[in-house]
Nanobody, 125 residues
């Protein structure tokens, strides 16, 4: 069992920055790849970014590439999402999730077995 708790969301103006955190407890955090997804009202959940258990592999959605950076600190059982140059279309609930991958990363949400409750990010124009 893995428990995930997101924090760091809020209201920010377009062009601003936020850093989201996801604290994990339970099973060994470093055994899991971690991902960030988002869901806007009336829309499907979409992939944002993912990082392998070692931090050596990362992948980003095209819509955030160059603006968002995913990282992790296995000593602190925490994964981060640094979001820069935010746009109104980034407004969504952001969720972190863990996937039991021994290598690599995936964008497929069905592979992720544990999910947090999410944190709201609102970007005003």
């Amino acid at each position: 069992q893995v428990q995930l708790v997101e924090s760091g969301g809020g209201l920010v103006q377009a062009g601003g920055s936020l850093r989201l955190s996801c604290a994990a407890s339970g099973r060994t955090f470093s055994s899991y790849a971690m991902g960030w997804f988002r869901q806007a009202p009336g829309k499907e959940r979409e992939f944002v970014a993912t990082i392998s258990w070692s931090g050596g592999s990362k992948d980003y959605a095209d819509s955030v590439k160059g603006r968002f950076t995913i990282s992790r600190d296995n000593a602190k059982n925490t994964v981060y999402l640094q979001m820069n140059s935010l746009k109104p279309q980034d407004t969504a609930v952001y969720l972190c999730a863990s996937a039991p991958l021994r290598a690599g990363v995936t964008r497929e949400s069905y592979v992720y077995t544990y999910w947090g409750q999410g944190t709201q990010v609102t970007v005003s124009s």
